[in-house]
């Protein structure tokens, strides 16, 4: 079964690839850069997706080798700007990464899960998209993500065709740690404030991937899975 993950080339989009290829999955990577690593397998095309024409041409040219099974729509950036210095620019490239990037790529997979009659779309969301401070374009576009996934949820459903977002709390990659290092006291501080007492991996994000991929998770559909260490629980428990 084929699965397209955009964003793959680092953080937790390249362990969702390492992990479905793995599970014998036929994997595609997207991103601006491939990574170094890839394993005999692992396929990989450089596109920058927020180009419409290019991107299109490209999952065009995949589609004539065969359908996709399922979509996980993971390529992410990240604004940050107080709300009154925040730039009308980055609300528009969150939007267009976050949002038009996973309809273009739906509207062009769907007519082939449509023909086999089962399919898998898995979209990042984000913790910040119950609110965080600096966050703007990147909270509100990431919001945008699970009203997306509810909408086609309902509309794909009579298609076999499930659709779940997943929120991830603080995850250790390389983007994350770069912004929040680990030794400052903010980081320890937010930390603190994790139930389990420490960031997630990016294993544990595509994990939870390959469960909604599943093909027994056909019942499972229009949801978002906080994976956050329990972060998100606290706001009803303390
Ligand atoms: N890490 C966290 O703590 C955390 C928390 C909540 C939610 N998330 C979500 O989880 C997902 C992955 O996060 P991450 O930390 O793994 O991010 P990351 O390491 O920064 O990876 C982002 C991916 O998106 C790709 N990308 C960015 N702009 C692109 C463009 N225009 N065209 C094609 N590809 C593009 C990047 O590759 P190139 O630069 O090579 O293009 C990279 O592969 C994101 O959706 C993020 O919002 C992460």
Known sequence: MRVLVTGASKGIGREILRQLHSERYRVVGIARSAPLDLADGEEFHTCDLT??????????????????????????????????????????????????????????????????????IVNLSSRAALGKTHRSAYSASKAGVIGLSRTWALELAPANITVNAIAPGPIDTASFLAASPPEHPDTRALVATIPVQRMGHPEE???????????RAGFITGQTLHIDGGLTATTAGR
């Open 51 to 120: 180009d419409h024409d290019a991107t299109r041409a490209l999952l065009k040219e995949l589609l004539a080798e065969g359908d996709f099974y399922g979509l996980v729509n993971n390529a992410a950036i990240y604004p940050a700007a107080a709300l009154e210095n925040t730039r009308f620019d980055d609300v528009r490239d969150a939007v267009e990464l976050h949002l038009i990037t996973p309809l273009l790529c739906a509207q062009e997979l769907i007519p082939g899960m449509r023909a086999h009659g089962a399919g898998r």
């Open 205 to 215: 994000i595509a994990h939870a991937v390959s469960f909604l991929l599943h093909p």
